[in-house]
């Protein structure tokens, strides 16, 4: 079992930036993919970044060079650092958890959800 709690969200203005934060509890985070998805109003929830135990990451093509997803097992937090924020990068952003290796970027892969966080940024 982990249990996920995401943070670091606001309202920043285009070409801002915002670190998340996602604090795990549980056995054994340094063994789970972890990763972002985040739904804005109106769409469905969409695949952000995710990151393995052997520091691998894959990203969507709408944040690629902009994004980054890192990890501290020493801390057991995963981060998003945003960089050059849009007006479409407005959503809930949720923190994720599966066990494996795989980078899947298909929702129901993960087990484990944070509450989620809101990005807002303004034009």
């Known amino acids: 079992q982990v249990q996920l709690v995401d943070s670091g969200g606001g309202l920043v203005q285009t070409g801002g930036s915002l670190r998340l934060s996602c604090a795990a509890s549980g056995r054994s985070f340094s063994n789970y993919v972890v990763g972002w998805f985040r739904q804005a109003p109106g769409k469905e929830r969409e695949f952000v970044a995710a990151i393995n135990l052997i520091f691998s990451t894959r990203y969507a093509d709408s944040v690629k060079g902009r994004f980054t997803i890192s990890r501290d097992n020493a801390k057991n937090t995963l981060y998003l650092q945003m960089n050059s924020l849009k007006p479409e990068d407005t959503a809930v952003y949720y923190c994720?958890?599966?066990?494996?290796?795989?980078?899947?970027?298909?929702?129901?892969?993960?087990?484990?959800w944070g509450q989620g966080t809101q990005v807002t940024v303004s034009s």
């Open positions: 994720v958890a599966r066990s494996g290796t795989v980078l899947t970027t298909t929702n129901y892969d993960y087990n484990y």
